[in-house]
């Protein structure tokens, strides 16, 4: 790994010096989104360097033997878990407005390269499309489709290289029917395909093929707007899961099995300003996952998220987020999981153009009702700890021109068989978009 970091150090000194010596802020997770700019068409182009001490994220007692690909499991044989990855971005952004309504896309290619674990290669399309609608002065939402491809994660699935192909489309609105009162629907439908050539790739494979679905979510809610612009509201909500797709066999018996499922939510929100530099979001309320052939995997609880901003002066902000929530693990025979965890987005505008970033998070992921479980890899455990950090230096020289770099950490503490894991790493990247303003 010393060998790779080292290989970083000049690019990476390089750009701090840039960013030390510069004297419009742009926040960088918008940087790549059509800006309000009179081209219809905007080319984009994003490279991103990683140097990674255990890139795959191979567990402390894992067998790479398991594995299927002879290249991956020979490497990891001989004691390297270390490797950089070059992720290549091009893409256009698309920009129309006519009258009131406006049109937005973005379709990209992605090419990433490892030079150490070359089998794992690969290049992937996304798009994405939005009509933002206007009719009269009351009513107004959006319309869109999302297509995007993906490796799988290698959180449950390390040293796996499988693919996966997520499709959503979905229409909203809000109505304001008084100046005080407005309610607001959506309907979403999310198709998620493992696809054949992951299912030929093993038992890793196999381990994630139940994950396949499809998900129909209906809401509905209405907010109450104060005086002083901070509202208060409900939201219900219904989910239809369809797992036709998916493999569909219990792992223990190997009789058909049914992961389809419904779920029901009843969340109150509150949107509102503490100061006027402060301001506090918190969303919560009852779930409850009604499962149609295994009961062991129905729930109910109790669940929230809340975020709290604050900026403490024109140039230093402050995000906290928690949450408690109920989450399903579909490869799993059993329900669910609890997911408790606290995270911290400090960051520094230190001049227009220079800002720094951290990312601090700390979550525990519980699943107490695990029975009936198939890990032949004995990567799930049942008390699990995720912590991550991330500090981030921002360079935007030109409206058009982004320059950043970061180091992260990340571990897993767990029960598991296969133990936990622990990451280092560095990252350098680079992103234009012609004509942005």
């Given at each position: 790994?010393?060998?790779?970091?080292?290989?970083?150090?000049?690019?990476?000194?390089?750009?701090?010096?840039?960013?030390?010596?510069?004297?419009?802020?742009?926040?960088?997770?918008?940087?790549?989104?059509?800006?309000?700019?009179?081209?219809?068409?905007?080319?984009?182009?994003?490279?991103?360097?990683?140097?990674?001490?255990?890139?795959m994220?191979?567990?402390?007692?894992?067998?790479?033997?398991?594995?299927?690909?002879?290249?991956?499991?020979?490497?990891?044989?001989?004691?390297?878990?270390?490797?950089?990855s070059?992720?290549?971005?091009?893409?256009?952004?698309?920009?129309?407005?006519?009258?009131?309504?406006?049109?937005?896309?973005?379709?990209?290619?992605?090419?990433?390269?490892?030079?150490?674990f070359?089998?794992?290669?690969?290049?992937?399309?996304?798009?994405?499309?939005?009509?933002?609608?206007?009719?009269?002065?009351?009513?107004?939402?959006?319309?869109?489709?999302?297509?995007?491809?993906?490796?799988?994660?290698?959180?449950?699935?390390?040293?796996?290289?499988?693919?996966?192909?997520?499709?959503?489309?979905?229409?909203?609105?809000?109505?304001?029917?008084h100046?005080?009162?407005?309610?607001?629907?959506?309907?979403?439908?999310?198709?998620?395909?493992?696809?054949?050539?992951?299912?030929?790739?093993?038992?890793?494979?196999?381990?994630?093929?139940?994950?396949?679905?499809?998900?129909?979510?209906?809401?509905?809610g209405?907010?109450?707007?104060?005086?002083?612009?901070?509202t208060i509201?409900?939201?219900?909500r219904?989910?239809?899961?369809?797992?036709?797709?998916?493999?569909?066999?219990?792992?223990?018996?190997?009789?058909?099995?049914?992961?389809?499922?419904?779920?029901?939510?009843?969340?109150?929100?509150?949107?509102?300003?503490?100061?006027e530099?402060?301001?506090?979001?918190?969303?919560?309320?009852?779930?409850?996952?009604?499962?149609s052939?295994?009961?062991?995997?129905?729930?109910?609880?109790?669940n929230?998220?809340?975020?709290?901003?604050?900026?403490?002066?024109?140039?230093?902000?402050?995000?906290?987020?928690?949450?408690?929530?109920?989450?399903?693990?579909?490869?799993?025979?059993?329900?669910?999981?609890?997911?408790?965890?606290?995270?911290?987005?400090?960051?520094?505008?230190?001049?227009?153009?220079?800002?720094?970033?951290?990312?601090?998070?700390y979550?525990?992921?519980?699943?107490?009702?695990?029975?009936?479980?198939?890990?032949?890899?004995?990567?799930?455990?049942?008390?699990?700890?995720?912590?991550?950090?991330?500090?981030?230096?921002?360079?935007?020289?030109?409206?058009?021109?982004?320059?950043?770099?970061?180091?992260?950490?990340?571990?897993?503490?767990?029960?598991?068989t296969?133990?936990?894991?622990?990451?280092?790493?560095?990252?350098?990247?680079?992103?234009?978009?012609y004509g942005?303003?």
């Amino acid at each position: 790994m010393v060998s790779y970091l080292l290989r970083l150090c000049i690019p990476i000194v390089l750009l701090s010096i840039l960013v030390i010596s510069s004297a419009a802020a742009v926040d960088p997770n918008k940087f790549l989104q059509p800006s309000a700019s009179s081209k219809l068409i905007q080319p984009y182009f994003s490279y991103t360097l990683v140097a990674d001490d255990n890139i795959m994220r191979i567990r402390d007692r894992f067998n790479p033997s398991t594995l299927e690909d002879s290249q991956v499991k020979d490497e990891l044989l001989r004691g390297h878990r270390s490797d950089i990855s070059n992720r290549f971005v091009g893409g256009v952004l698309l920009n129309k407005e006519i009258s009131r309504q406006r049109f937005t896309g973005d379709l990209n290619w992605a090419y990433n390269k490892f030079e150490r674990f070359s089998d794992m290669n690969n290049d992937f399309k996304n798009a994405a499309g939005n009509w933002n609608w206007v009719v009269g002065k009351r009513l107004e939402g959006n319309v869109g489709v999302t297509y995007n491809e993906s490796l799988m994660p290698f959180l449950f699935q390390p040293g796996a290289k499988i693919f996966r192909t997520e499709q959503t489309q979905f229409v909203n609105g809000v109505w304001t029917i008084h100046p005080r009162w407005r309610l607001n629907s959506e309907y979403l439908h999310y198709d998620l395909d493992i696809g054949k050539n992951a299912l030929a790739t093993g038992i890793a494979a196999q381990r994630v093929a139940n994950l396949a679905r499809v998900e129909d979510r209906f809401e509905g809610g209405i907010d109450y707007v104060t005086p002083g612009k901070n509202t208060i509201g409900i939201l219900f909500r219904y989910i239809i899961g369809d797992f036709s797709k998916a493999a569909g066999v219990d792992p223990i018996t190997g009789l058909p099995l049914s992961s389809d499922f419904d779920q029901k939510e009843v969340m109150g929100k509150v949107n509102w300003a503490v100061t006027e530099k402060s301001r506090f979001l918190v969303t919560g309320g009852w779930v409850e996952r009604l499962n149609s052939s295994v009961k062991e995997r129905n729930f109910s609880g109790f669940n929230a998220r809340g975020t709290y901003t604050w900026q403490m002066t024109e140039k230093l902000g402050l995000s906290i987020n928690g949450w408690r929530v109920t989450a399903s693990m579909n490869n799993l025979t059993t329900n669910f999981s609890l997911n408790t965890g606290v995270s911290v987005q400090p960051y520094w505008q230190i001049t227009e153009r220079i800002r720094f970033e951290g990312d601090f998070s700390y979550e525990k992921r519980n699943f107490d009702r695990l029975t009936g479980f198939f890990d032949d890899a004995g990567i799930v455990g049942r008390k699990n700890t995720f912590r991550n950090a991330t500090l981030r230096a921002i360079y935007v020289p030109h409206p058009s021109l982004l320059l950043s770099t970061s180091i992260f950490h990340s571990d897993l503490s767990t029960d598991a068989t296969a133990g936990g894991f622990n990451a280092n790493g560095v990252t350098a990247n680079l992103q234009y978009v012609y004509g942005k303003r």
